[in-house]
């Protein structure tokens, strides 16, 4: 077995079982990772990304992106890149013009990310089916829960 490095050891990241264990730690610096990619709109821009042949201007994502406003795809552009998931490009014409495309790591999470808008997709009808039955099990008069005695 490996061995672990102080670096390591001082953010809660050993080998083995115990390196999964350490990311349900708060101070574990993965979940900083997992908060980007959770995200619902890092989600669809990655996504819309990724299907695209080349980079997309701002005003081109905003058009994909029905419901997303100009602050929150800003924001989450701006931590994409500063994650190293996106590339953003300014042309110095007049007016500016930027483009944003995905880097190598950011092609990389959009296969995880459109596995998971795959799999949404294929199973709306078993979600939905749930919920309902769901919403009315919790609609439905309570019911006396029996009592049986012990032997």
Request: aromatic share 6%; hydrophobic share 40%.
């Amino acid at each position: 077995m490996g061995t672990t490095s102080e670096q390591d050891l001082d953010l809660g990241l050993n080998l083995g079982l115990d390196r999964w264990t350490s990311t349900y730690r708060r101070d574990c610096p993965s979940r900083t990772v997992v908060e980007v990619l959770a995200n619902k709109w890092t989600l669809y821009v990655l996504a819309a990304l990724r299907r695209q042949d080349g980079p997309l201007r701002f005003n081109e994502l905003r058009r994909l992106l029905d419901g997303i406003t100009q602050k929150m795809l800003s924001q989450t552009l701006r931590e994409l890149e500063r994650s190293g998931l996106v590339r953003r490009t300014v042309y110095a014409t007049v007016p500016p013009r930027v483009e944003y495309a995905l880097s190598d790591l950011g092609v990389e999470a959009g296969r995880l990310t459109t596995a998971i808008a795959e799999w949404s997709v294929a199973h709306v009808p078993e979600i939905a089916a749930a919920r309902q039955a769901f919403d009315v099990q919790r609609r439905a008069e309570p019911r006396p829960v029996a009592v049986t005695e012990a032997p």
